[in-house]
Protein backbone atom coordinates (compact mmCIF):
# COMPACT_ATOMS: atom_id res chain seq x y z
CA UNK A 1 0.00 0.00 0.00
CA UNK A 2 3.05 2.01 0.48
CA UNK A 3 4.56 1.71 -3.07
CA UNK A 4 0.33 2.63 -4.12
CA UNK A 5 0.64 5.74 -2.07
CA UNK A 6 3.33 6.84 -4.16
CA UNK A 7 2.70 5.80 -7.38
CA UNK A 8 -0.93 7.49 -7.07
CA UNK A 9 -2.63 8.75 -3.67
CA UNK A 10 -5.99 7.86 -5.15
CA UNK A 11 -5.17 4.44 -6.37
CA UNK A 12 -4.15 3.70 -2.73
CA UNK A 13 -7.22 5.01 -1.14
CA UNK A 14 -9.28 2.73 -3.66
CA UNK A 15 -7.39 -0.33 -2.15
CA UNK A 16 -6.57 0.69 1.23
CA UNK A 17 -9.97 2.53 2.75
CA UNK A 18 -12.65 1.49 -0.33
CA UNK A 19 -11.33 -1.44 -0.18
CA UNK A 20 -11.51 -1.92 -4.11
CA UNK A 21 -9.54 -3.70 -6.38
CA UNK A 22 -9.94 -4.91 -10.12
CA UNK A 23 -7.60 -7.52 -12.07
CA UNK A 24 -6.56 -6.42 -15.23
CA UNK A 25 -3.68 -8.53 -17.72
CA UNK A 26 -0.98 -6.80 -15.41
CA UNK A 27 -2.10 -7.60 -12.21
CA UNK A 28 -3.82 -11.32 -12.46
CA UNK A 29 0.05 -11.85 -14.42
CA UNK A 30 1.95 -10.67 -10.83
CA UNK A 31 -0.50 -12.21 -8.72
CA UNK A 32 0.56 -15.67 -10.67
CA UNK A 33 4.08 -15.04 -10.10
CA UNK A 34 4.14 -14.12 -6.46
CA UNK A 35 1.30 -17.33 -6.13
CA UNK A 36 4.56 -19.24 -7.26
CA UNK A 37 6.85 -17.37 -4.86
CA UNK A 38 4.42 -17.86 -1.76
CA UNK A 39 4.35 -21.55 -2.05
CA UNK A 40 7.10 -21.79 -0.24
CA UNK A 41 7.61 -19.75 2.76
CA UNK A 42 11.17 -20.28 4.84
CA UNK A 43 11.63 -18.89 8.83
CA UNK A 44 14.45 -16.55 8.92
CA UNK A 45 16.56 -17.50 12.12
CA UNK A 46 16.74 -15.08 14.75
CA UNK A 47 19.07 -12.12 14.25
CA UNK A 48 21.82 -14.05 16.80
CA UNK A 49 21.54 -16.91 14.45
CA UNK A 50 23.12 -15.46 11.97
CA UNK A 51 26.55 -14.60 12.38
CA UNK A 52 28.41 -16.35 9.47
CA UNK A 53 25.36 -17.95 8.16
CA UNK A 54 24.46 -17.93 4.66
CA UNK A 55 21.11 -18.44 3.92
CA UNK A 56 18.36 -17.50 1.70
CA UNK A 57 14.57 -17.17 3.22
CA UNK A 58 12.00 -16.75 0.80
CA UNK A 59 7.67 -15.24 1.76
CA UNK A 60 9.14 -14.06 5.04
CA UNK A 61 6.15 -11.97 7.07
CA UNK A 62 7.09 -9.63 9.42
CA UNK A 63 5.58 -6.65 11.53
CA UNK A 64 7.20 -3.26 13.13
CA UNK A 65 5.01 -1.81 15.84
CA UNK A 66 7.21 1.21 16.17
CA UNK A 67 6.45 2.05 12.78
CA UNK A 68 2.62 0.04 12.61
CA UNK A 69 4.05 -1.43 9.47
CA UNK A 70 3.81 -5.35 8.35
CA UNK A 71 5.53 -7.04 5.17
CA UNK A 72 5.88 -9.83 2.90
CA UNK A 73 9.16 -9.79 1.73
CA UNK A 74 9.52 -12.52 -1.25
CA UNK A 75 13.32 -13.27 -0.11
CA UNK A 76 15.78 -12.17 2.25
CA UNK A 77 18.95 -12.51 1.88
CA UNK A 78 21.41 -13.01 4.55
CA UNK A 79 25.00 -13.53 4.77
CA UNK A 80 27.60 -12.15 7.11
CA UNK A 81 25.05 -11.02 9.93
CA UNK A 82 23.44 -8.92 8.00
CA UNK A 83 20.14 -9.74 6.00
CA UNK A 84 19.08 -7.64 2.46
CA UNK A 85 15.28 -7.73 1.31
CA UNK A 86 14.53 -8.97 -2.43
CA UNK A 87 11.47 -7.62 -4.12
CA UNK A 88 10.35 -8.96 -7.29
CA UNK A 89 8.55 -7.14 -9.88
CA UNK A 90 7.25 -7.88 -13.30
CA UNK A 91 8.07 -4.57 -15.31
CA UNK A 92 11.36 -3.04 -15.84
CA UNK A 93 13.85 -0.52 -14.28
CA UNK A 94 13.74 2.97 -15.11
CA UNK A 95 16.53 4.62 -17.22
CA UNK A 96 18.85 6.97 -14.79
CA UNK A 97 21.84 8.93 -15.11
CA UNK A 98 24.39 6.04 -13.76
CA UNK A 99 22.19 3.12 -15.69
CA UNK A 100 19.04 1.20 -14.51
CA UNK A 101 17.39 2.77 -11.43
CA UNK A 102 14.42 1.48 -8.93
CA UNK A 103 10.89 3.48 -9.40
CA UNK A 104 10.29 5.67 -6.92
CA UNK A 105 7.91 3.62 -5.24
CA UNK A 106 9.75 0.62 -5.33
CA UNK A 107 12.38 2.67 -3.49
CA UNK A 108 9.94 3.04 -0.54
CA UNK A 109 8.44 -0.21 -0.52
CA UNK A 110 12.07 -1.44 -0.48
CA UNK A 111 12.86 1.25 2.12
CA UNK A 112 9.75 -0.28 4.36
CA UNK A 113 10.85 -3.50 3.84
CA UNK A 114 14.44 -2.71 6.02
CA UNK A 115 12.58 -0.55 8.36
CA UNK A 116 10.79 -3.80 9.38
CA UNK A 117 13.63 -5.96 9.36
CA UNK A 118 15.19 -3.41 11.48
CA UNK A 119 12.77 -3.39 13.79
CA UNK A 120 13.24 -7.11 14.51
CA UNK A 121 17.25 -6.78 15.01
CA UNK A 122 18.14 -7.51 11.82
CA UNK A 123 21.26 -5.44 10.41
CA UNK A 124 20.15 -4.10 7.00
CA UNK A 125 21.33 -1.28 4.70
CA UNK A 126 21.11 -2.22 1.50
CA UNK A 127 18.15 -3.93 -0.24
CA UNK A 128 17.48 -5.31 -3.97
CA UNK A 129 14.70 -4.78 -6.55
CA UNK A 130 14.31 -7.62 -9.17
CA UNK A 131 12.68 -6.79 -12.42
CA UNK A 132 11.53 -9.63 -14.18
CA UNK A 133 10.67 -8.12 -17.83
CA UNK A 134 14.45 -7.33 -17.92
CA UNK A 135 15.83 -9.90 -15.42
CA UNK A 136 17.72 -7.09 -13.44
CA UNK A 137 18.55 -6.60 -9.76
CA UNK A 138 19.11 -3.08 -8.79
CA UNK A 139 19.98 -2.24 -5.17
CA UNK A 140 18.78 0.13 -3.43
CA UNK A 141 20.86 1.68 -0.93
CA UNK A 142 18.88 2.50 2.68
CA UNK A 143 20.35 5.28 3.82
CA UNK A 144 19.53 8.14 5.93
CA UNK A 145 17.66 10.36 3.25
CA UNK A 146 15.81 7.19 2.16
CA UNK A 147 14.53 6.49 5.11
CA UNK A 148 13.05 10.17 6.13
CA UNK A 149 11.20 10.36 3.07
CA UNK A 150 9.75 6.73 3.81
CA UNK A 151 8.89 7.60 6.95
CA UNK A 152 7.09 10.66 5.68
CA UNK A 153 5.01 9.03 3.21
CA UNK A 154 4.00 6.58 5.44
CA UNK A 155 2.65 9.61 7.40
CA UNK A 156 0.96 10.84 4.65
CA UNK A 157 -0.63 7.89 3.95
CA UNK A 158 -2.03 7.14 7.01
CA UNK A 159 -3.41 10.42 7.42
CA UNK A 160 -4.80 10.47 4.03
CA UNK A 161 -6.70 7.64 5.16
CA UNK A 162 -7.76 8.78 8.04
CA UNK A 163 -8.90 12.35 6.45
CA UNK A 164 -11.94 10.22 4.50
CA UNK A 165 -11.09 12.95 1.87
CA UNK A 166 -10.02 10.61 -1.80
CA UNK A 167 -7.07 12.51 -3.34
CA UNK A 168 -7.71 14.23 -6.64
CA UNK A 169 -6.78 11.88 -9.88
CA UNK A 170 -3.66 12.11 -11.79
CA UNK A 171 -4.10 14.60 -15.07
CA UNK A 172 -3.60 13.09 -17.90
CA UNK A 173 -1.29 10.76 -16.70
CA UNK A 174 0.83 8.05 -18.73
CA UNK A 175 0.09 5.73 -15.60
CA UNK A 176 -4.04 5.71 -16.16
CA UNK A 177 -4.32 3.28 -19.04
CA UNK A 178 -2.54 0.31 -17.66
CA UNK A 179 -4.77 0.68 -14.21
CA UNK A 180 -6.36 -2.06 -13.33
CA UNK A 181 -9.06 0.49 -11.32
CA UNK A 182 -9.43 3.20 -13.78
CA UNK A 183 -12.83 2.97 -14.36
CA UNK A 184 -13.96 3.32 -11.26
CA UNK A 185 -11.17 5.80 -11.00
CA UNK A 186 -12.15 7.74 -14.12
CA UNK A 187 -8.95 10.38 -13.98
CA UNK A 188 -9.99 12.29 -16.84
CA UNK A 189 -13.74 12.42 -16.68
CA UNK A 190 -12.94 13.78 -13.31
CA UNK A 191 -10.17 16.40 -14.37
CA UNK A 192 -12.93 17.51 -16.84
CA UNK A 193 -15.97 18.05 -15.02
CA UNK A 194 -13.18 19.95 -12.40
CA UNK A 195 -12.40 21.99 -15.22
CA UNK A 196 -8.47 21.89 -14.09
CA UNK A 197 -6.08 22.32 -16.80
CA UNK A 198 -3.05 19.98 -16.64
CA UNK A 199 -0.50 22.17 -15.23
CA UNK A 200 -3.12 23.74 -12.51
CA UNK A 201 -3.35 19.53 -11.56
CA UNK A 202 -0.07 18.75 -11.71
CA UNK A 203 0.76 21.42 -8.82
CA UNK A 204 -2.19 19.63 -6.79
CA UNK A 205 -0.25 16.49 -6.96
CA UNK A 206 3.24 17.42 -6.46
CA UNK A 207 1.74 19.23 -3.22
CA UNK A 208 0.70 15.69 -1.86
CA UNK A 209 4.42 15.32 -1.11
CA UNK A 210 5.84 18.35 -0.11
CA UNK A 211 5.66 16.74 3.37
CA UNK A 212 7.80 13.62 1.73
CA UNK A 213 11.23 14.66 1.25
CA UNK A 214 12.13 16.72 -1.93
CA UNK A 215 13.76 13.66 -3.47
CA UNK A 216 10.26 12.41 -4.31
CA UNK A 217 8.93 15.50 -5.42
CA UNK A 218 11.36 15.77 -7.60
CA UNK A 219 11.26 12.15 -9.14
CA UNK A 220 7.19 12.05 -9.29
CA UNK A 221 6.58 11.33 -12.84
CA UNK A 222 4.02 13.59 -14.27
CA UNK A 223 3.10 14.59 -17.86
CA UNK A 224 1.51 17.90 -18.46
CA UNK A 225 0.86 20.09 -20.98
CA UNK A 226 -0.15 23.82 -21.19
CA UNK A 227 -3.86 24.64 -21.74
CA UNK A 228 -6.88 23.05 -21.38
CA UNK A 229 -7.23 19.05 -21.62
CA UNK A 230 -7.81 18.40 -25.18
CA UNK A 231 -9.68 15.36 -25.14
CA UNK A 232 -11.09 12.85 -22.81
CA UNK A 233 -9.10 9.60 -23.04
CA UNK A 234 -11.92 6.65 -23.14
CA UNK A 235 -9.77 4.70 -20.87
CA UNK A 236 -12.67 2.59 -19.80
CA UNK A 237 -13.88 -0.40 -21.41
CA UNK A 238 -16.47 0.27 -23.87
CA UNK A 239 -18.59 -2.51 -23.02
CA UNK A 240 -18.71 -5.08 -19.66
CA UNK A 241 -17.60 -8.59 -20.66
CA UNK A 242 -19.78 -9.90 -18.05
CA UNK A 243 -23.27 -11.11 -18.93
CA UNK A 244 -26.49 -11.10 -16.69
CA UNK A 245 -28.07 -14.29 -15.89
CA UNK A 246 -31.45 -14.72 -15.83
CA UNK A 247 -33.61 -17.79 -14.09
CA UNK A 248 -37.30 -17.43 -15.18
CA UNK A 249 -38.41 -21.28 -14.37
CA UNK A 250 -40.77 -22.97 -12.28
CA UNK A 251 -39.37 -24.67 -9.28
CA UNK A 252 -35.75 -24.46 -10.75
CA UNK A 253 -32.47 -24.74 -8.05
CA UNK A 254 -29.19 -22.95 -8.96
CA UNK A 255 -26.42 -25.19 -7.47
CA UNK A 256 -22.54 -25.23 -8.07
CA UNK A 257 -20.32 -27.37 -9.17
CA UNK A 258 -17.05 -26.17 -8.75
CA UNK A 259 -16.30 -22.91 -10.55
CA UNK A 260 -19.60 -23.37 -12.48
CA UNK A 261 -23.47 -22.39 -11.33
CA UNK A 262 -25.84 -25.33 -12.75
CA UNK A 263 -29.54 -24.66 -13.17
CA UNK A 264 -31.46 -27.82 -12.30
CA UNK A 265 -35.04 -28.91 -12.79
CA UNK A 266 -35.25 -31.67 -10.77
CA UNK A 267 -32.34 -33.79 -11.11
CA UNK A 268 -31.83 -33.02 -14.28
CA UNK A 269 -28.99 -29.91 -15.56
CA UNK A 270 -30.30 -27.67 -17.96
CA UNK A 271 -28.15 -25.25 -18.34
CA UNK A 272 -24.70 -23.91 -16.66
CA UNK A 273 -22.51 -20.79 -16.88
CA UNK A 274 -18.85 -20.17 -15.70
CA UNK A 275 -18.94 -18.15 -12.29
CA UNK A 276 -15.93 -16.07 -13.45
CA UNK A 277 -18.58 -15.22 -17.10
CA UNK A 278 -21.65 -13.50 -15.75
CA UNK A 279 -21.96 -10.09 -13.63
CA UNK A 280 -25.13 -11.28 -11.49
CA UNK A 281 -28.17 -13.61 -11.17
CA UNK A 282 -31.45 -12.56 -11.24
CA UNK A 283 -34.10 -15.04 -10.29
CA UNK A 284 -38.08 -14.65 -11.07
CA UNK A 285 -40.89 -16.10 -8.87
CA UNK A 286 -40.05 -19.84 -7.51
CA UNK A 287 -36.59 -20.71 -8.06
CA UNK A 288 -33.59 -21.93 -5.17
CA UNK A 289 -30.28 -21.22 -4.41
CA UNK A 290 -28.14 -23.51 -2.72
CA UNK A 291 -25.82 -22.83 0.37
CA UNK A 292 -22.73 -23.22 -1.58
CA UNK A 293 -24.14 -21.20 -4.87
CA UNK A 294 -24.85 -18.06 -2.42
CA UNK A 295 -21.56 -18.31 -0.83
CA UNK A 296 -19.72 -18.48 -3.90
CA UNK A 297 -21.36 -15.39 -5.45
CA UNK A 298 -21.79 -13.21 -2.45
CA UNK A 299 -17.67 -14.25 -2.28
CA UNK A 300 -17.42 -12.88 -6.14
CA UNK A 301 -18.93 -9.66 -5.37
CA UNK A 302 -21.99 -11.05 -7.99
CA UNK A 303 -24.90 -10.11 -6.36
CA UNK A 304 -28.29 -11.78 -6.73
CA UNK A 305 -31.84 -10.18 -7.44
CA UNK A 306 -35.20 -11.37 -6.44
CA UNK A 307 -38.09 -10.36 -8.23
CA UNK A 308 -41.47 -11.72 -8.32
CA UNK A 309 -43.18 -14.32 -10.65
CA UNK A 310 -44.76 -11.18 -11.95
CA UNK A 311 -41.60 -9.01 -12.25
CA UNK A 312 -41.54 -6.96 -8.81
CA UNK A 313 -38.28 -6.44 -8.02
CA UNK A 314 -37.67 -6.78 -4.20
CA UNK A 315 -34.31 -7.35 -2.62
CA UNK A 316 -30.66 -8.07 -3.26
CA UNK A 317 -28.52 -10.68 -1.55
CA UNK A 318 -24.79 -9.99 -1.95
CA UNK A 319 -21.59 -9.58 -0.45
CA UNK A 320 -19.96 -6.94 2.26
CA UNK A 321 -18.97 -4.39 -0.78
CA UNK A 322 -17.16 -1.33 0.12
CA UNK A 323 -15.53 -1.06 3.63
CA UNK A 324 -15.78 2.80 3.46
CA UNK A 325 -18.46 4.61 5.37
CA UNK A 326 -17.31 8.17 4.55
CA UNK A 327 -19.15 8.46 0.81
CA UNK A 328 -22.12 6.90 3.49
CA UNK A 329 -21.86 9.66 5.82
CA UNK A 330 -21.58 12.30 3.71
CA UNK A 331 -24.79 11.14 1.72
CA UNK A 332 -26.56 10.90 4.88
CA UNK A 333 -25.34 14.50 5.50
CA UNK A 334 -26.21 15.86 2.45
CA UNK A 335 -29.67 14.65 2.12
CA UNK A 336 -30.35 17.15 5.58
CA UNK A 337 -29.63 19.66 3.33
CA UNK A 338 -32.33 21.24 1.30
CA UNK A 339 -30.52 23.06 -0.45
CA UNK A 340 -28.02 20.65 -1.99
CA UNK A 341 -31.12 17.84 -2.56
CA UNK A 342 -32.83 20.57 -4.46
CA UNK A 343 -30.36 21.11 -7.19
CA UNK A 344 -29.89 17.48 -7.21
CA UNK A 345 -33.50 17.00 -7.80
CA UNK A 346 -33.80 20.35 -10.64
CA UNK A 347 -30.42 18.69 -12.48
CA UNK A 348 -32.59 14.70 -12.02
CA UNK A 349 -36.04 16.51 -13.57
CA UNK A 350 -34.75 18.89 -15.91
CA UNK A 351 -32.65 16.11 -17.41
CA UNK A 352 -35.50 13.79 -17.47
CA UNK A 353 -37.70 15.71 -19.07
CA UNK A 354 -35.01 16.60 -21.85
CA UNK A 355 -34.94 13.10 -22.69
CA UNK A 356 -38.62 12.37 -23.15
CA UNK A 357 -39.10 14.88 -25.58
CA UNK A 358 -35.90 13.29 -27.40
CA UNK A 359 -37.24 10.17 -27.61
CA UNK A 360 -40.56 11.76 -28.93
CA UNK A 361 -38.46 13.60 -31.37
CA UNK A 362 -37.14 9.86 -32.43
CA UNK A 363 -39.89 7.88 -32.69
CA UNK A 364 -43.32 9.45 -32.67
CA UNK A 365 -44.73 9.53 -36.15
CA UNK A 366 -45.72 12.65 -35.64
CA UNK A 367 -45.09 14.13 -32.71
CA UNK A 368 -46.82 17.36 -32.16
CA UNK A 369 -45.02 20.66 -32.25
CA UNK A 370 -46.76 22.28 -29.30
CA UNK A 371 -46.38 19.49 -27.31
CA UNK A 372 -42.34 19.81 -27.81
CA UNK A 373 -42.63 22.82 -26.80
CA UNK A 374 -44.35 22.62 -23.97
CA UNK A 375 -41.77 20.08 -22.78
CA UNK A 376 -38.68 22.49 -23.61
CA UNK A 377 -40.36 25.09 -21.76
CA UNK A 378 -40.84 22.45 -18.29
CA UNK A 379 -37.44 21.55 -18.68
CA UNK A 380 -36.41 25.39 -18.80
CA UNK A 381 -38.83 26.08 -15.72
CA UNK A 382 -37.12 23.41 -13.66
CA UNK A 383 -33.80 25.55 -13.07
CA UNK A 384 -35.71 28.36 -11.37
CA UNK A 385 -38.16 26.22 -8.82
CA UNK A 386 -37.26 26.75 -4.97
CA UNK A 387 -39.02 23.55 -3.70
CA UNK A 388 -39.20 20.04 -4.19
CA UNK A 389 -43.62 20.53 -4.23
CA UNK A 390 -43.35 22.51 -7.12
CA UNK A 391 -40.72 20.23 -8.91
CA UNK A 392 -43.14 17.29 -8.64
CA UNK A 393 -45.52 19.22 -10.26
CA UNK A 394 -43.25 20.06 -13.11
CA UNK A 395 -42.46 16.52 -13.51
CA UNK A 396 -46.32 15.46 -12.93
CA UNK A 397 -47.08 17.59 -15.47
CA UNK A 398 -44.37 16.43 -18.01
CA UNK A 399 -45.22 13.03 -18.10
CA UNK A 400 -48.55 13.28 -18.54
CA UNK A 401 -47.76 15.53 -22.06
CA UNK A 402 -45.65 12.43 -22.57
CA UNK A 403 -47.25 9.54 -22.00
CA UNK A 404 -50.28 11.07 -24.09
CA UNK A 405 -48.14 10.55 -27.17
CA UNK A 406 -46.58 7.42 -25.98
CA UNK A 407 -48.65 5.57 -28.31
CA UNK A 408 -47.87 7.74 -31.34
CA UNK A 409 -44.38 5.46 -30.96
CA UNK A 410 -46.15 2.11 -31.22
CA UNK A 411 -46.26 1.03 -34.48
CA UNK A 412 -46.55 -2.92 -35.02
CA UNK A 413 -49.38 -3.19 -36.74
CA UNK A 414 -51.19 -6.94 -37.83
CA UNK A 415 -52.58 -7.77 -40.81
CA UNK A 416 -55.53 -5.46 -41.12
CA UNK A 417 -52.98 -2.14 -40.16
CA UNK A 418 -54.81 -2.45 -36.81
CA UNK A 419 -52.42 -1.12 -34.03
CA UNK A 420 -51.32 -4.96 -32.16
CA UNK A 421 -50.93 -2.77 -28.90
CA UNK A 422 -53.00 0.07 -27.45
CA UNK A 423 -51.36 2.89 -25.02
CA UNK A 424 -53.91 5.43 -23.65
CA UNK A 425 -52.07 6.35 -20.27
CA UNK A 426 -49.89 4.94 -17.80
CA UNK A 427 -51.22 2.95 -15.17
CA UNK A 428 -49.48 0.86 -12.61
CA UNK A 429 -49.73 -1.32 -9.80
CA UNK A 430 -51.13 -3.47 -10.82
CA UNK A 431 -50.47 -2.36 -14.47
CA UNK A 432 -53.72 -3.27 -16.74
CA UNK A 433 -52.81 -2.96 -20.01
CA UNK A 434 -49.84 -5.29 -21.99
CA UNK A 435 -47.88 -1.84 -22.39
CA UNK A 436 -47.95 -0.94 -18.75
CA UNK A 437 -46.96 -4.54 -17.80
CA UNK A 438 -43.96 -4.19 -20.35
CA UNK A 439 -42.86 -0.69 -18.77
CA UNK A 440 -43.36 -1.65 -15.52
CA UNK A 441 -40.89 -4.72 -15.74
CA UNK A 442 -38.71 -2.56 -17.98
CA UNK A 443 -38.16 -0.23 -14.62
CA UNK A 444 -38.10 -2.94 -12.39
CA UNK A 445 -34.99 -4.00 -14.48
CA UNK A 446 -33.34 -0.61 -14.13
CA UNK A 447 -34.08 0.20 -10.51
CA UNK A 448 -32.13 -3.19 -10.14
CA UNK A 449 -29.01 -2.28 -12.27
CA UNK A 450 -28.69 0.97 -10.15
CA UNK A 451 -29.07 -0.58 -6.84
CA UNK A 452 -26.69 -2.57 -7.69
CA UNK A 453 -24.25 0.30 -9.01
CA UNK A 454 -25.42 2.04 -5.60
CA UNK A 455 -24.04 -1.03 -3.55
CA UNK A 456 -20.97 -1.30 -5.52
CA UNK A 457 -19.83 2.84 -5.68
CA UNK A 458 -20.67 2.59 -1.58
CA UNK A 459 -23.75 4.59 -1.54
CA UNK A 460 -27.06 3.71 0.50
CA UNK A 461 -29.78 3.10 -2.00
CA UNK A 462 -32.22 3.93 0.08
CA UNK A 463 -31.76 7.25 0.99
CA UNK A 464 -32.17 9.64 -2.15
CA UNK A 465 -32.17 13.60 -2.78
CA UNK A 466 -35.40 14.22 -5.12
CA UNK A 467 -37.32 10.70 -3.75
CA UNK A 468 -38.42 10.64 -0.07
CA UNK A 469 -37.19 7.97 1.88
CA UNK A 470 -40.18 5.02 2.16
CA UNK A 471 -39.99 2.12 3.47
CA UNK A 472 -38.23 -0.79 1.27
CA UNK A 473 -37.70 1.98 -1.58
CA UNK A 474 -34.78 1.95 -3.29
CA UNK A 475 -34.84 5.70 -2.94
CA UNK A 476 -31.42 6.84 -4.19
CA UNK A 477 -31.50 4.15 -7.27
CA UNK A 478 -35.05 5.55 -8.41
CA UNK A 479 -33.48 9.00 -8.59
CA UNK A 480 -30.49 7.72 -10.38
CA UNK A 481 -32.89 6.52 -12.83
CA UNK A 482 -35.35 9.27 -13.55
CA UNK A 483 -33.14 10.07 -16.34
CA UNK A 484 -32.65 6.83 -17.91
CA UNK A 485 -36.14 5.73 -17.77
CA UNK A 486 -36.91 7.11 -21.46
CA UNK A 487 -33.60 6.05 -23.20
CA UNK A 488 -33.30 3.00 -21.62
CA UNK A 489 -36.76 1.40 -20.00
CA UNK A 490 -38.94 2.97 -22.64
CA UNK A 491 -36.88 2.53 -25.27
CA UNK A 492 -36.45 -1.22 -24.72
CA UNK A 493 -40.39 -1.20 -24.30
CA UNK A 494 -40.43 0.27 -27.80
CA UNK A 495 -38.23 -2.31 -29.50
CA UNK A 496 -39.52 -5.64 -27.88
CA UNK A 497 -43.09 -4.51 -29.27
CA UNK A 498 -42.15 -2.66 -32.45
CA UNK A 499 -40.06 -5.71 -33.35
CA UNK A 500 -42.57 -8.67 -32.48
CA UNK A 501 -40.04 -9.46 -29.94
CA UNK A 502 -43.18 -9.64 -27.43
CA UNK A 503 -46.72 -10.20 -29.10
CA UNK A 504 -50.41 -9.99 -27.62
CA UNK A 505 -50.26 -13.59 -26.72
CA UNK A 506 -47.57 -13.35 -24.01
CA UNK A 507 -49.81 -11.68 -21.72
CA UNK A 508 -52.36 -13.03 -19.07
CA UNK A 509 -54.79 -11.28 -17.64
CA UNK A 510 -56.77 -11.86 -14.15
CA UNK A 511 -58.87 -9.55 -13.17
CA UNK A 512 -57.77 -5.99 -13.85
CA UNK A 513 -54.18 -6.61 -13.79
CA UNK A 514 -52.10 -8.15 -16.90
CA UNK A 515 -49.19 -9.61 -16.54
CA UNK A 516 -46.57 -11.35 -18.98
CA UNK A 517 -46.25 -14.90 -19.71
CA UNK A 518 -42.69 -16.66 -19.34
CA UNK A 519 -42.29 -16.10 -23.29
CA UNK A 520 -42.93 -12.59 -22.85
CA UNK A 521 -40.87 -12.22 -20.01
CA UNK A 522 -37.67 -13.70 -21.81
CA UNK A 523 -38.54 -11.04 -24.99
CA UNK A 524 -38.80 -7.91 -22.85
CA UNK A 525 -35.17 -8.95 -21.02
CA UNK A 526 -33.65 -9.11 -24.48
CA UNK A 527 -34.96 -6.33 -25.76
CA UNK A 528 -33.77 -4.83 -22.01
CA UNK A 529 -30.35 -6.21 -22.78
CA UNK A 530 -29.69 -5.26 -26.37
CA UNK A 531 -30.41 -1.60 -25.22
CA UNK A 532 -28.45 -1.97 -22.19
CA UNK A 533 -25.43 -2.95 -24.30
CA UNK A 534 -26.29 -0.35 -26.81
CA UNK A 535 -23.26 1.98 -27.42
CA UNK A 536 -24.11 5.73 -27.04
CA UNK A 537 -21.80 9.06 -26.64
CA UNK A 538 -21.46 10.31 -23.53
CA UNK A 539 -22.09 14.07 -23.95
CA UNK A 540 -19.66 15.21 -21.06
CA UNK A 541 -16.74 13.24 -22.52
CA UNK A 542 -16.96 12.59 -26.03
CA UNK A 543 -16.25 8.95 -26.17
CA UNK A 544 -18.48 6.29 -26.79
CA UNK A 545 -19.48 3.47 -23.88
CA UNK A 546 -22.58 1.18 -23.68
CA UNK A 547 -25.68 2.31 -21.46
CA UNK A 548 -24.96 -0.19 -18.81
CA UNK A 549 -21.39 1.69 -18.44
CA UNK A 550 -22.85 5.12 -18.81
CA UNK A 551 -25.07 4.35 -14.93
CA UNK A 552 -22.11 3.42 -13.61
CA UNK A 553 -20.36 6.82 -14.37
CA UNK A 554 -22.91 8.89 -13.67
CA UNK A 555 -23.64 7.35 -10.22
CA UNK A 556 -19.55 7.72 -9.28
CA UNK A 557 -20.32 11.42 -10.68
CA UNK A 558 -22.86 11.99 -8.15
CA UNK A 559 -21.12 10.11 -5.26
CA UNK A 560 -18.29 13.02 -5.73
CA UNK A 561 -20.89 15.82 -5.83
CA UNK A 562 -21.87 14.35 -2.81
CA UNK A 563 -18.23 14.38 -1.29
CA UNK A 564 -17.18 17.56 -2.57
CA UNK A 565 -14.67 16.67 -5.33
CA UNK A 566 -16.59 18.04 -8.37
CA UNK A 567 -18.57 21.23 -8.10
CA UNK A 568 -21.90 20.25 -9.64
CA UNK A 569 -23.46 17.06 -10.61
CA UNK A 570 -25.24 16.73 -14.51
CA UNK A 571 -27.34 14.60 -16.13
CA UNK A 572 -27.11 12.27 -19.10
CA UNK A 573 -28.68 13.53 -21.92
CA UNK A 574 -28.32 12.44 -25.80
CA UNK A 575 -29.93 14.09 -28.38
Known amino acids: MVNEYVFCPRLFFYEWVDGVFEHNAETVEGTLRHRKLDRRSDALPAPAELEGERLRSRSVQLSSEAHRLIATIDLVEAEGGRVMPVDYKRGRPRDGDQGPEAWPSDRVQACVQALVLRDNGYACDEAVIYYNQTRQRVRVAIDADLVSDTLGVVRDARAQAESGRIPPPLCDSPKCPGCSLVGICLPDETAAAMGWTPSEHGKVQLGLFADAGADLAATWPLQQRQGELDEVRRLVPARDDLRPLYVTGHDLTIGKSGDVLQIRDGRQVIQEVRLHEISQVNVFGNVQCTAPAVQALCWAQKPIAHFSTGGWFYGLTQGLGLRNVFLRKAQFERANDEQFSLAVAREIVGTKIRNQRTLLQRNHADPPASILLRLRELAEEVATIDSMGSLLGVEGMAARLYFEHFG??????????????????????????PVNALLSLSYALLARDLTIVCHAIGFDPFLGFYHQPRFGRPALALDLMEGFRPLVA?????????????????????????????????????????????????????????YRRVLEIQARLLARFVTGELPRYRGFETR
Open 408 to 433: GMLKAQDEDAHPRFEFQHRNRRPPRD
Open 490 to 546: DSAVLTAVNTRMVNPDDFVRAGAAVSLTPCGRKGLIRAYEQRIDTLVTHPLFGYRVS
